[in-house]
């Protein structure tokens, strides 16, 4: 089946730097998402990119769907302690009678303050 | 607005006991989804069900089984509980017309079997 690979695994990083993690497929998507994960809260989705090459912000984050449609990666510029939590990436190919999405294994950022 | 509610919140159960987890959303949403989610392995699907009265198998579906009797419900089955069920449970549930906008996540149901 489709394989996401999400790396790093985790990031120990210091307030105020910036963090970059990305995702590799061995398949094409049609449609990248990102979500966050806090501690004992569902994901909820951050950014959503439909198109080869599109690059998308939503406040300090900023995500790309590669060129090749099987990457994509978020950056989180000038990182805050509340940025604490498991970002996963996420791929989905619509149509058909699934459309279910594939998620990474996840990446856990911690921030020191 | 509630969107996802997932029922319990925490439950603990002893090997070979069974229960079934309650997810209701109120967003008139045709998909629904159980995944699993462990520690290093992501969210991982279990089944799903893209209308009301149907069920398929996800990735992991073994030990557990399904219904959707009603369209804002899904429920999830555990007949017999083993420790290797020991997760943290989540719903999700979209739109026929919103999977390009991903699913909506409940707040999850930690179990424990011991």
């Known amino acids: 089946g489709q394989q996401l690979n999400q790396s790093p695994q985790s990031m120990f990083i210091q307030e105020g730097e910036d963090v970059s993690m990305n995702c590799t497929s061995s398949?094409?998507?049609?449609?990248w998402l990102w979500y966050k994960q806090e501690p004992g809260e569902g994901p909820v989705l951050l950014i959503a990119?439909?198109?080869?090459?599109e690059l998308t912000s939503n406040g300090r984050l900023t995500a790309q769907f590669g060129i090749t449609r099987k990457d994509s990666f978020l950056n989180i510029s000038a990182s805050i302690p509340s940025d604490v939590g498991i970002y996963f990436c996420a791929g989905l190919n619509y149509g058909g009678s699934q459309g279910n999405l594939i998620f990474g294994k996840g990446t856990k950022l911690s921030v020191k303050p | 607005n509630a969107g996802v509610t997932q029922t319990p919140k925490f439950r603990v159960l002893k090997t070979g006991q069974s229960m079934t987890l309650l997810c209701a959303q109120d967003m008139n949403h045709e998909y629904m989804y159980w995944y699993r989610q462990d520690p290093g392995m992501g969210l991982r699907l279990i089944h799903y069900?893209?209308?009301?009265?149907?069920?398929a198998k996800g990735e992991v579906p073994d030990g557990y089984n399904v219904s959707r009797l009603k369209k804002q419900n899904f429920l999830l089955g555990l007949e017999s509980a083993a420790p290797s069920q020991t997760s943290v449970y989540f719903c999700?549930?979209?739109?026929?017309?919103?999977?390009?906008?991903?699913?909506?996540f409940g707040s999850g149901t930690r179990l424990t079997v011991v």
């Open positions: 069900s893209v209308g009301e009265g149907t069920t």
């Open positions: 398949s094409i998507f049609n449609t």
């Open positions: 999700a549930s979209t739109a026929r017309s919103g999977q390009l906008y991903g699913y909506t």
């Open positions: 990119l439909y198109k080869a090459g």
